[in-house]
């Protein structure tokens, strides 16, 4: 079941900050964060495994709510390599499956 | 220490035509997934292998599109008789384990541009 992420996109000017919501209907395993900057593969930027979990990486953190449902990527002080479009990936069989959302495309004015 | 190696990067075939995607998983990755981008799009979940074993192909169309992993050598995506709609971008992406079992990442490819004509 695919998540859904919003806002659908996103205009930041330099310094400004974001936040970017990916939901389910039901409980998830996981949630993985990716960026996809145009015409590149995605990549990774972080895990969230549990609920009530919170995780950082320089000035973009996510959380990851009590009932599992709903993670939130949290970009502050935007710079201009934040540009891209952002992906959660979530987990919600068992078999290990990822499906990704949507996507939110952010992009940075200077 | 090489990623994911995906090939060709860009493939393009006449309607009809067989494409064959590659994909080298990272070092010591028993699991493959695949995934379909249209441009502006997000990416779309097609196959999940395990070494020698589909584990989920939900997202596979029924026909004329085909996966394997097998025991030597890189993940294979089959698409026969192709047609212009198939036009995409294709990710493969890699994990030690089956994500849900370790929390584990998953390391993307480049993607092959597969351009139907």
């Known amino acids: 079941q695919q998540p859904v992420q919003s806002p659908q996109a996103v205009i930041l000017r330099e310094g400004e900050d974001a936040v970017i919501n990916c939901s389910s209907s039901k409980a998830l395993y996981s949630v993985h964060w990716y960026r996809q900057k145009h015409g590149e593969a995605p990549v990774f930027l972080m895990i969230l495994l549990k609920g009530g979990e919170q995780k950082g990486h320089e000035k973009i953190s996510a959380s990851f709510n009590e009932k599992k449902q709903q993670s939130s990527l949290y970009l502050t002080a935007s710079q201009l390599s934040y540009s891209g479009t952002y992906f959660c990936?979530?987990?919600?069989?068992?078999?290990?499956?990822?499906?990704f959302g949507k996507g939110t495309k952010l992009s940075v004015k200077p | 220490n090489a990623g994911v190696m995906q090939n060709p990067r860009h493939l393009v075939r006449r309607r009809g035509q067989e494409a064959r995607l590659r994909c080298s998983p990272m070092k010591g990755h028993s699991h493959v997934y695949w995934y379909r981008q249209l441009p502006e799009e997000g990416l779309k979940f097609m196959v999940y292998l395990q070494k020698e074993n589909i584990i989920d192909e939900s997202g596979m169309p029924k026909e004329r599109f085909s996966a394997e992993f097998p025991k030597e050598g890189p993940s294979i995506l089959r698409i026969q008789q192709v047609v212009r709609g198939d036009s995409a971008a294709y990710f493969c992406?890699?994990?030690?384990?089956?994500?849900?079992?370790?929390?584990?990442?998953?390391?993307f490819g480049q993607g092959t541009r597969l351009t139907v004509v």
């Open positions: 992406a890699s994990s030690p384990f089956g994500t849900v079992s370790g929390g584990t990442e998953a390391f």
């Open positions: 990936g979530t987990e919600s069989g068992s078999q290990g499956n990822l499906i």
